[in-house]
């Protein structure tokens, strides 16, 4: 059984109301202090950590040919049954997928795909924008899986962005900026 720290008073301090007190000050400090404002998606984007799971991506080999040996361990695991494939064979025998999509309007970003998938293929990357208006944007194909951004080497920092406005409407970041600032940093502590 997990113990907390809770910190007990006396009879003088119920009188006095200490944790009222107590509570009213940690208050007051937060509302007094400098405020930790994140200028998302207008001129900042937080990179994040290695172990997010955002928007999937596919591994490719040295041949720029995808690892996925359309085996369907993916979509049989899946459970909103969000992943479709459809194997080929290829001239030299091996098997490929002709059809890879993911509707990204099911997907419930577990990562069951990726831990089923024997050919290390399918991953759960970093990009976590993926609002749209449109449904029919959010069913994603084997070149947009390719194509989509990896895992982030440093995460945990917000990077200086600028919003796309005439694209995909999602931040982009700017070129030539290696470092950010760490936004926990930022935040006050007793």
């Known amino acids: 059984m997990a113990r907390t720290g809770v910190k007990r008073t006396g009879w003088i301090g119920r009188i006095f109301f200490a944790d009222l007190l107590a509570g009213l000050r940690l208050t007051l400090g937060y509302m007094l202090s400098k405020t930790v404002t994140h200028h998302y998606p207008d001129f900042e984007k937080w990179v994040p950590y290695q ?79 993926v609002s749209t208006t449109d449904r029919s944007t959010l069913k994603v194909h084997l070149d947009d899986l390719i194509a989509a951004p990896r895992k982030s080497e440093t995460g945990g920092v917000v990077k200086p962005a600028k919003l796309d406005v005439a694209g995909n409407q999602h931040s982009i970041l700017q070129p030539g900026t290696s470092s950010g600032h760490d936004w926990w940093s930022r935040i006050r502590r007793q």
Do not use: W
């Open 51 to 129: 172990r997010h799971r955002g928007h999937h991506f596919m591994n490719t080999n040295e041949k720029g040919e995808v690892n996925c040996v359309a085996c369907g361990l993916c979509s049989t695991i899946c459970p909103c049954d969000c992943i479709t494939v459809i194997p080929f064979e290829t001239d030299d025998g091996d098997r490929r997928p002709k059809v890879f999509d993911i509707d990204l309007a099911r997907c419930l970003y577990c990562g069951l795909c990726e831990d089923a998938c024997p050919a290390d293929a399918i991953k759960l990357g970093q990009e976590y924008e």
